[in-house]
C-alpha cells in the first residue's frame, strides 16, 4: 500500500500553505500600514481631500464614474438654486424680474434621485436667467446668513460648459462637487513605498456617533475645520451656532478621547483661500472676542490657530497645523508630504518610548 499523499491530499496542502502565505503578508501590510482618520464637522473637505488624495496616488477615475461626478453636478446645481430660492424669500430679497412661479415650482419639485443624464434646455434656461438676476446675486453675497455650498459659484458659473452633450467633469469639478457623506469610508493608498488606510466620516451631529467604531489602532488624526466659516451657522439646528465654534468644541472632545493618546494630530485650517477674501469685509469681532485690527489675514488667521491651540496645549506639544485649500491638487500633494513626514516622526518617538507594540 503507497504512502505517498493523494493529489487531493497535495493540493489541500498546498491551498493550506498558500493562505498562510496570505495570512501572514496581510499581517505584515497591516503591520506597516498608517491608519489616518479624518474628522471634522460638515463641510469642513475631508472628502474633497480624500479625492485629491486619489488623483494623486490612487487610479484613475473610469468613464462610470466620471458619469456619475456628471450627475452630481446637475445635483449641486438644482441644490444650490433651490437654496437661493428659499433664501430669497426668507431674506425677503427682491428679484430683478421675478421668475415665473410654475417654473420654480418645477425647479423646487427636482427628484434628485431620477436625474437626467443631461441637464434640460428648460431646466439650464430658468437657472441661467436665476443666477444673473442682480436680486439672486445680492442674496447671494449674504450667504454667511444661510448655508450654501462654496461651490455653487463655481458650478452656477460653468452652466454654459456643464449643459453641452459631451460634458465630462474635469478634475476641479470631480474636486470640487460635493455629495454628503454617509457612514464610514475607507481608502488604501501607497505614497512613495508607505501604505496608508485613510478613513473619512460624516460630519454632521447626526453622523458622529458612528465615528468610534474607526478608533481603534489609529496613528493618525487629520481634523479639518473650515476657517472661513467664522461668520456661517449651523443649518443642522434651529439656532444661530457658529459654524467655527463648533468646530472648536468638537475638535477639544475628540483630543479628549483615550484611543487618541499616543495619536500624531494634524489640524487643516481649510478653505483658507475663502477665507482670506472674506476677511477683509466681514469682521472676526463680530462673531469672536478678536481684538486686532479689522480685514489683516494674518493676526486673523493667526487668532483662530491660537484657539485651536489653547485647546490642545494640554498634551504638552505644539499643535501641526497647516492652512489649505483643498481643492488645489498641487497645494495639497505638498502639504501631505509634510504631514506623512510628521505623523512616521510621531510614530517613531511613540516606537522609542515603548508606547506601540
Not at 488624495?53 to 444650490?80: C, W
Not at 430660492?85 to 425677503?92: E, G, K, V
Not at 458622529?208 to 472661513?228: G, M, P, Y
Not at 487643516?268 to 472676526?284: A, G, Q
Amino acid at each position: 500500500m503507497s504512502c505517498l499523499p493523494t493529489p487531493e491530499a497535495r493540493h489541500a496542502k498546498e491551498v493550506n500553505q498558500q493562505i498562510q502565505r496570505d495570512l501572514k503578508k496581510h499581517k505584515k501590510d497591516l503591520k506597516n500600514t498608517k491608519k489616518l482618520l479624518l474628522l471634522g464637522t460638515g463641510e469642513s473637505g475631508k472628502t474633497t481631500f480624500i479625492k485629491q488624495m486619489r488623483i494623486l496616488h490612487g487610479k484613475p477615475y473610469s468613464q462610470a464614474e466620471l458619469d456619475n461626478f456628471r450627475t452630481l453636478v446637475y445635483r449641486n446645481i438644482y441644490i444650490a438654486v433651490q437654496i437661493l430660492i428659499d433664501a430669497m424669500d426668507r431674506l425677503s430679497i427682491q428679484y430683478e424680474e421675478a421668475p415665473v412661479e410654475a417654473e420654480t415650482n418645477r425647479i423646487l419639485e427636482i427628484d434628485y434621485e431620477n436625474l437626467p443624464d443631461q441637464l434640460p434646455p428648460a431646466d439650464y434656461s430658468y437657472i441661467n436667467k436665476f443666477w444673473k438676476d442682480k436680486g439672486v446675486k445680492q442674496c447671494f453675497e449674504k450667504r454667511n446668513k444661510f448655508q450654501i455650498s462654496d461651490s455653487a459659484e463655481y458650478f452656477l458659473d460653468a452652466l454654459d460648459r456643464v449643459k453641452e452633450d459631451d460634458y465630462n467633469p474635469t478634475r476641479e469639478d470631480i474636486v470640487r462637487v460635493r455629495l454628503k457623506t454617509v457612514g464610514v469610508h475607507e481608502y488604501n493608498f501607497n505614497i512613495h513605498g508607505q501604505n496608508f488606510l485613510m478613513v473619512d466620516v460624516g460630519g454632521q451631529r447626526g453622523e458622529r456617533r458612528k465615528w468610534i467604531s474607526s478608533f481603534e489602532n489609529v496613528q493618525s488624526v487629520i481634523f479639518l475645520t473650515a476657517i472661513s466659516e467664522y461668520d456661517q451657522v449651523l443649518a443642522e439646528t434651529e439656532e444661530d451656532d457658529n459654524r467655527l465654534l463648533e468646530s472648536l468644541q468638537l475638535f477639544e472632545t475628540i483630543i479628549r478621547y483615550p484611543w487618541f493618546k499616543n495619536a500624531a494630530i494634524v489640524v487643516f485650517f481649510n478653505k483658507f483661500d475663502l477665507f482670506e477674501k472674506k476677511i477683509l469685509t466681514s469682521n472676526l469681532e463680530e462673531y469672536f472676542p478678536y481684538e486686532g485690527p479689522r480685514a489683516d489675514v494674518e493676526e486673523a488667521k493667526n487668532y483662530i490657530e491660537q484657539m485651536f491651540s489653547e485647546v490642545y496645549g494640554g498634551r504638552g506639544e505644539k499643535l501641526s497645523t497647516h492652512f489649505t485649500c483643498a481643492t488645489d491638487t498641487d497645494a495639497m500633494g505638498k502639504i501631505f508630504e509634510a504631514v506623512k513626514s510628521y505623523i512616521l516622526s510621531q510614530n517613531i518617538k511613540e516606537i522609542a518610548g515603548g508606547n506601540f507594540s
